[in-house]
């Protein structure tokens, strides 16, 4: 369970379309004066060295947020996801990535709160040593999963839970529903934004419909589907596809915002086979 390193995919695909949705979303509830607490429930390192031996082994980034960073006449929100990658590199050459944590940070207000939670003892030791010190910043070497009932509802009843585990055991799966469940129970106004890999496997197709009919019963607004279709399976069946990210209470303003990066993203991460998809509920 411990042995995954986010280090490997930083600035991947997956990344941009994660990070694409959290800029989206943290944008939108930082129009109201009011303050919010996000919650991520598998943190990470916060930060990752594009030129470590780990990001290096794969060069993931180099199909992801490389063909992005030097890129003119983006649409709006990818512009602005692009610009908080150059603002995490001082605005010079792509040579770091930020995690969900410290895009997080580059976006909060002196009203707002993160609560950050990791297991894995060398990505946690670096995640505090980076963000520890930060105002209205917690991190904990805590399971995210079981953390979430400690930190719903937050005072100013706003919030945004981001849940993004690595799906390498297949409970990953039942327990990130569960945790949705229990986040909309708990706080029905919630925005939850669950990242989920585009795979072969039973569980990993299951899932979305899952969340949506968990999101159809307990979601106040709805929900929203974003998905990134970036290759084809290996002669085996085998490999990540793609991923999506879903969204439970999407803000009003995110199908708009997404909406021209999606098929932006399909060509220029799909190696000529991209494919995007972007639905919501009815009452979204």
């Not at 990505?123 to 980076?130: M, T």
């Amino acid at each position: 369970m411990l042995a995954y390193r986010h280090a490997f995919h930083a600035g991947n695909h997956a990344d941009v379309l994660k990070h694409l949705v959290l800029v989206s979303v943290l944008r939108h509830m930082a129009q109201k004066e009011k303050g919010f607490r996000v919650v991520d429930t598998h943190a990470g390192a916060g930060g990752y060295s594009l030129e470590s031996r780990y990001a290096r082994q794969k060069a993931e980034y180099a199909a992801g947020i490389e063909r992005l960073y030097d890129a003119a006449d983006l649409p709006p929100a990818l512009a602005d996801y692009v610009a908080q990658v150059r603002a995490f590199n001082g605005d010079g050459a792509l040579k770091q990535y930020p995690g969900s944590p410290a895009i997080a940070l580059q976006l909060l207000r002196p009203q707002d709160q993160l609560r950050l939670f990791e297991l894995h003892p060398t990505d946690h030791r670096i995640l505090a040593s980076f963000m520890a010190d930060a105002p209205n910043v917690q991190v904990a070497m805590k399971d995210g999963f079981e953390s979430l009932k400690s930190q719903l509802p937050p005072t100013t009843r706003r919030g945004v839970v981001l849940i993004d585990p690595p799906y390498e055991i297949k409970t990953d799966y039942t327990r990130t529903l569960a945790a949705l469940r229990e986040a909309l129970e708990r706080f029905a106004d919630a925005v939850v934004i669950i990242w989920l890999p585009q795979l072969q496997l039973l569980e990993s197709r299951q899932l979305p419909q899952r969340l949506k009919a968990t999101a159809d019963k307990h979601a106040k607004k709805g929900w929203l589907n974003a998905r990134l279709t970036v290759a084809s399976a290996d002669a085996r069946g085998f490999g990540m596809l793609g991923s999506s990210v879903f969204v439970a209470n999407p803000p009003h303003t995110l199908h708009e915002a997404l909406a021209p990066c999606l098929p932006l993203l399909a060509r220029t991460l799909g190696e000529g086979q991209g494919q995007h998809a972007l639905e919501k509920s009815t009452h979204a």
